[in-house]
T-cell receptor, first 114, second 114 residues
């Protein structure tokens, strides 16, 4: 596609439920990133995929968070047993290669945990 | 511990005047700095960048200045236009691109008044 696509754009869930957020990166981009932005905060790094290498999971806040990237393209971020503090905008970005600092972001998924 | 700090959460400027957005960082190993611009309900978009070997980079109305000794960079927008109203994020990249992610500040909301 022309840009990074994320779905859903909005997700409201109840505390304790699991959610899955999807990201379709720009075709041909080998690097894919997940960030989140909580209210009043900056962009917080979560996880990064580069080609077939093991992902950098150093930003995941807890073991309730996981992500996978299938076939080097689409990525899914899963949050298990959601908590209210998980409420945030989850942003996906892709870039042509690791050392390319220009990230292209999707519009994000607004997650609200009630 | 924030490595990239944007100490002004908001800035209001009159149309036609200069907007100056500031950013401080703590890690001397950062080798590349970027500014991203974000409109509501959209993902951040790349605006301008600067390598640590330079002290100035200009692109049209946008100029980024880097003062390595002070670990400070700034974004100048002149003349400011109402369409520039957005949240501006400063970001930094680790040395040699070894970090698979950018570290972002909390953002400064710029309002340009007609």
């Amino acid at each position: 596609g022309a840009g990074v696509s994320q779905s859903p754009s909005n997700k409201v869930t109840e505390k304790g439920k699991d959610v899955e957020l999807r990201c379709d990166p720009i075709s041909g981009h080998t690097a894919l990133y997940w960030y989140r932005q909580s209210l009043g905060q900056g962009l917080e790094f979560l996880i990064y995929f580069q080609g077939n290498s093991a992902p950098d999971k150093s930003g995941l806040p807890s073991d309730r968070f996981s992500a996978e990237r299938t076939g080097g393209s689409v990525s899914t971020l899963t949050i298990q047993r959601t908590q209210q503090e998980d409420s945030a905008v989850y942003l996906c970005a892709s870039s042509l290669r690791t050392t390319n600092e220009k990230l292209f972001f999707g519009s994000g998924t607004q997650l609200s945990v009630l | 511990d924030q490595q990239v700090k944007q100490n002004s959460p908001s800035l209001s400027v009159q149309e036609g005047r200069i907007s100056i957005l500031n950013c401080d960082y703590t890690n001397s190993m950062f080798d590349y700095f970027l500014w991203y611009k974000k409109y509501p309900a959209e993902g951040p978009t790349f605006l301008i960048s600067i390598s640590s070997i330079k002290d100035k980079n200009e692109d049209g109305r946008f100029t980024v200045f880097l003062n390595k000794s002070a670990k400070h960079l700034s974004l100048h927008i002149v003349p400011s236009q109402p369409g520039d109203s957005a949240v501006y994020f400063c970001a930094a990249r680790g040395y040699g691109g070894s970090q698979g992610n950018l570290i972002f500040g909390k953002g400064t909301k710029l309002s340009v008044k007609p």
